[in-house]
């Protein structure tokens, strides 16, 4: 199983992109899906996770984005988009997707990672 993320890139401060990211290929079930991010002399932290429940969709937000980046499914089967707005020279950095997901229905629950996208934000 493969994440496939894209929509990184090099904004002005103030400004918008949305990263999108699709698992590769059928799986049995998805628990959650999200973005977590690696900025300059920081560990990684999580951006924003969408859980996929069978009554519905629950999102969590690091403190930091609150208000500002939305995580949303996307048009593709199995996809979330980020849509990050006001972005600031903080929000720089590398990108991550992660997907919880059972690949078959005997199997476990396990994180699967994407490569990274870099976002840069200039002031």
């Known amino acids: 199983v493969q994440l496939q993320a894209s929509g990184g890139g090099v904004v002005q401060a103030g400004g918008s992109l949305r990263l999108s990211c699709g698992v590769s290929?059928?799986?049995?079930?998805?628990?959650?899906m999200g973005w977590y991010r690696q900025t300059p002399g920081n560990q990684r932290e999580q951006v924003a996770v969408?859980?996929?429940?069978?009554?519905?969709?629950?999102?969590e937000y690091g403190d930091s984005v609150k208000g500002r980046f939305n995580i949303s499914r996307g048009h593709g089967v199995n996809t979330v988009s980020l849509q990050m707005n006001n972005l600031k020279a903080e929000d720089t950095g590398v990108y991550y997707c992660?997907?919880?997901?059972?690949?078959?229905?005997?199997?476990?629950?396990?994180?699967?990672w994407g490569q990274g996208t870099l976002v840069t934000v200039s002031s």
């Open positions: 992660k997907s919880e997901l059972w690949k078959t229905e005997s199997g476990g629950l396990r994180d699967y």
């Open positions: 969408m859980s996929m429940w069978t009554y519905g969709d629950t999102t």
């Open positions: 290929e059928t799986v049995f079930s998805i628990r959650s």
